[in-house]
């Protein structure tokens, strides 16, 4: 059983720039979930995807955008990036939406705006 | 909304000895509880959860946690601590079935130095 990928390891970007982000959810599960890190804490949630649609979004502007593959995996996009979107990116990916499923986490992206 | 409070940001335990992280969380209902760790630069991995049941429940690496809903609290527990389990311990909670919410909400962690 493959669990969660997350490409690329390391990304350093200019203020102004877009990014794209990419997840590969472990076998069978059908839920993604993208949360972002800062240094030091919690992570915190920027949105879901169940069966390629948005299901639940956090408290992030609409420059974070995501998507979700008929396969499951999925991409988070950040446009117009500022140094504040330095952070760990996690990806994690769970059974099903709803229900007593834990969310299983990807090694992450850093992700470094200058 | 749910929020989830680690009051101790930093422990220094010795090899051996016992240890114990607190998490308290603020919800109306009982929530999904988890307990994850993250060693440097590496992602979240789940140590145990709590989604029902017997409230003293048992996860890897020798940890247990108890789920205490008189105190809201959800604390981590094992009897004798390894150099292995230095790392970064957090707490989390997701409101039970509520399509279009799943999200764990997580608290600030607390970082565990094991010393010899």
């Known amino acids: 059983e493959t669990g969660v990928t997350q490409s690329p390891t390391h990304l ?9 982000l990419r997840c590969s959810s472990q076998s069978g599960h059908n839920t993604v979930s993208w949360y972002q890190q800062a ?14 649609e948005e299901n639940g979004r956090g408290n992030f502007p609409p420059r974070f ?10 991409e988070l996009n950040v446009n117009a990036l500022e140094l504040d979107d330095s952070a760990l990116y996690l990806c994690a ?12 986490f990807g090694p992450g992206t850093r992700l470094t705006v200058t | 909304a749910q929020s989830v409070t680690q009051p101790d940001i930093h422990i220094t335990v010795s090899e051996g000895a016992s240890l114990e992280l607190r998490c308290n969380y603020s919800y109306g209902a009982t929530p ?3 307990w994850y760790v993250q060693s440097p630069g590496q992602g979240l991995q789940l140590l145990l959860k709590y989604f ?39 707490c989390a909670v997701r409101v039970t079935p509520n ?16 010393i010899p």
């Open chain 1, 39 to 52: 240094l030091g804490q919690g992570p915190q949630f920027i949105f879901q995807y169940y069966r390629e």
């Open chain 2, 52 to 90: 029902s049941g017997d409230t003293l429940v048992q996860g890897i690496k020798g940890f247990e946690a108890e789920f205490k809903r008189s105190q809201s609290s959800f604390n981590l527990r094992k009897p004798s601590v390894h150099w292995s389990d230095a790392a970064e311990y957090f």
């Open chain 1, 12 to 20: 350093i970007k200019t203020r102004g720039q877009q990014v794209t």
């Open chain 1, 93 to 104: 990916s769970s059974l099903n939406m709803a229900g007593p499923y834990e969310q299983y």
């Open chain 1, 65 to 74: 955008s995501g998507l979700q593959f008929p396969n499951y995996s999925s």
């Open chain 2, 32 to 34: 999904y509880l988890f």
């Open chain 2, 99 to 114: 399509f279009g919410n799943e999200k764990l909400t997580f608290g600030t962690g607390t970082r565990l130095t094991i």
